[in-house]
C-alpha cells in the first residue's frame, strides 16, 4: 500500500552566528557572495559547533539543527521530543516557514497552521474576534469560511466575555486559548503545536489534546506535536522522533521515543544485560564524592529484570575526598511515564550512614519487592552528605519488572498492587 506523505523534511540544516543578527558581517556576505558566483559552496558551512547549549565551544558558528530528514503520513500525529535547546522549536519553525533552513528543503501539501509562542501572529492593539479574522487571512481561509466557524471558535476558546477586548489584556493563557482555537477550527491539514498548551490550564490542556485527537482521527489532518509532558505525548502521539544537539538520533512508535528520550542521562554499558552499569561520574558540586557504577540483581543473581515479589538489591559504588558521618544513599523507581512510585533512603528507615574517604561500597535491600504492574522503569541516585551537598542520577538505571504467580493461584500479576513489606527493607554500606 503507497504511502500517502503529506510533509517531507529533506537534509534540514540550520546554522546560527552566536551574538549576532544574520551573517553579522559585511565581510562574510561578500565572501558568500563570492563563493557563490564561482559555483562553489557556502564556505561557513564547513564549520561550526555542535548545537549542545551545556559546552562552550571554539567557533561562533553553532548548528541549530543538522541534516534532519523524516517524513510525515496523511492523519498521522508526530511527537517531536528533545531536552531544551535540542533544536525542537527550530525545527517547527522552519516546517512553518517562519524561518527559511540553511541547507535542505521541506515538501507538503496543504494549509499549515502553526502555535509556535504566546500571541504569534496576534495583533496585541486588535480585539480577539479582530484576530481570529487575520489569523484565518493569513492561513488563506475567506471571510465566508471564518464566519461559519467563529462561533465555535469563541465558544471553544472559554473567551467570550473578552472577546471584543484588545488582546493586550489578555492573560497568557486567555492568548493561547484563542489561538489554538483559531488554528484547530479553521481546518488546516497540519497543524504545528509547540509547547504553548503548557500555558494552559488543566481544563484547556485536556480539551485541546482531544481536540487535536479529533482533528487526526476523524479529520484525517496531520499533527505535529512538541511537549515536555510525556503523558500528553503518550496519550496523543502514535509516532515520534528525539532531537539531541541538532541531530535525530531516534525515530519510531512514540513509546520507544520516550524511552530513548529518558536515556539521555542514561549511560548505556556493555555488560547492561547482566545489570550491571557503567555510570557517569557525576559529583556533587563541590565535588568530594560521586557514584560511578551499579549492580542491580535479582535474587542474588545479576539482572536487568526484576519479577514482583522477588529479592531486589541494588549495589552502588562511590567514591568519597573524605570522611562523613550523616550520609544518605536513596532510590527513586518511576515508571516509563516518569510518575515516582517508590522514594526512600536510609533515614527513612532510621538509619545512620558513614562513609569513609576512598572507594565504597552501599547497598539497597528490598527483600519483597513491591508488587508493581509489567513494564520498564527507572531509577534516580542519591548520595551525600548532610545538607545540601548531594549527588543526584536521575533515569540512572534502566530495568524491567515482571509479573510473578505471587499468590499461587496459577495467575500471574499483570497490574500493580503496591505491597511492599517495609521491616524487609535495608540500606547500608559494606
Known sequence: MKKDIILKAENISKQYRLGQVGTGTLSHDINRWWHLIRGKENPYLKIGDTNDRSTKGTSDYVWALRDINFEVERGEVLGIIGKNGAGKSTLLKILSKVTAPTTGSIKSRGRIASLLEVGTGFNGEMTGRENIFLNGAILGMTKKEILSKLDEIIEFSGCERYIDTPVKRYSSGMTVRLAFAVAAFLEPEILVVDEVLAVGDAEFQKKAIGKMQDISREGGRTVLFVSHNMAAVKSLCTKGIVLEH????????????????????????????????????????????????????????????????????????????????????????????????????????????IVKEGKGIGEILIEDFPLFANGDYWINLYFGDKGPNYEGLENAIKFKIIGEDVFGSGRKLDTAWNRIVHKKISIKTI
Not at 557503567?278 to 564524592?289: G, S, T, V
Not at 560521586?290 to 545479576?302: H, P, S, V
Not at 573524605?322 to 515516582?340: H, N, T
Open 246 to 353: 541538532g541531530r535525530v538520533v531516534f525515530k519510531g512508535d512514540v513509546e520507544d521515543c520516550i524511552s530513548r528520550y529518558y536515556m539521555s542521562d542514561y549511560k548505556e554499558s556493555k555488560n547492561e544485560f547482566l545489570g550491571i552499569y557503567e555510570l557517569k561520574n557525576h559529583r556533587d558540586k563541590e565535588n568530594l564524592f560521586g557514584i560511578y557504577k551499579a549492580e542491580l540483581f535479582c535474587d542474588n543473581q545479576l539482572s536487568d529484570t526484576i519479577y514482583a515479589g522477588s529479592m531486589f538489591k541494588l549495589r552502588l559504588y562511590f567514591d568519597s575526598c573524605r570522611d562523613f558521618y550523616e550520609g544518605e544513599i536513596g532510590i527513586v523507581i518511576k515508571d516509563s511515564d516518569q510518575i515516582s512510585y517508590l522514594g526512600l533512603n536510609n533515614k527513612h528507615l532510621g538509619t545512620n550512614i
